[in-house]
């Protein structure tokens, strides 16, 4: 079987090297300081526990680090921009001069991005892909940081609702190719922009297990570099037994293999130490098939 090339990205980044995307898959690792994470095992409210375990993914290999203060899990209440803040600036600045590896800070809103990034996060992460708050890709373009937008319809409250596709793979492309104009728009270059195509966001099972199965052709239609988040989520919950989230590694695992071989640039996950080992292997069959 021969798996599709990964092209090469640089995303340019504020005050680091830019971010080299294709030669091999990066591993982003979630650490969320909220107290109603629905994957970790135990909420991370307290700043210095946050810290040294935002150091040990580090340790554990991973390459990025993206830190959230909101949860935006289907049905989740959204949180004031003061909480949002509150929650992850005591970490973000005492991680920003410690970690090696570039910080991303997962938020929908212009005011936490502008904080963010002014503490020294090079990445925003933003799971409404501008539909929250379209003041937030000025605040990127005016840092020269770079922006993961990711597909979604509606907000916590109403995107299972809008969980309705005819082409699923269409539909996203169609759909992120929109975000990616607005960036634009705002100032972003295009060259500091990342896709992720959703997986679990207004999504049913099916459609998420066909944006995994799509990779080439969303890759193909948008020519920009892809992020895979199917880290316990719970569009594994049938194919697991029904655990519940923190229990459905080996289901994420499978899921990063297939992201790998249909080449992700960045598999966004809990678990590091495990999926770093995952990537590598499913990254070596892969690159096997292009160069036998």
Known sequence: MVFPPRRIFRIPLPHRPPLVLGERPLVMAILNVTPDSFAHRFPLRDPEAA???AQQLEADGAHLLDLGGESTRPGADTVPVDEELAR??????????????PISVDTRKAAVARAAL???????????GLTHDPALAGVVAEFGAALVLMHSRGDPKTMSEQASYGDVVGEIAAELRAQLIAARRAGVMLGSTILDPGIGFAKRASHSYGVLAGLPELAAALDRPLLVGPSRKSFLREAVGGRPAPERDWGTAAAVTAAVLAGAHIVRVHAVAEMVQVVRVAEEIRRISIHP
Do not use: W
Request: proline fraction near 7%; aromatic fraction near 0%; charged fraction near 10%.
């Open 118 to 128: 002014g503490a020294g996060a090079a990445m925003i992460n933003d799971v409404s």
């Open 51 to 53: 810290i040294a375990v």
């Open 88 to 101: 992850i600036l005591p970490v973000l600045t005492a991680l920003a001069p410690r970690l090696r590896i």
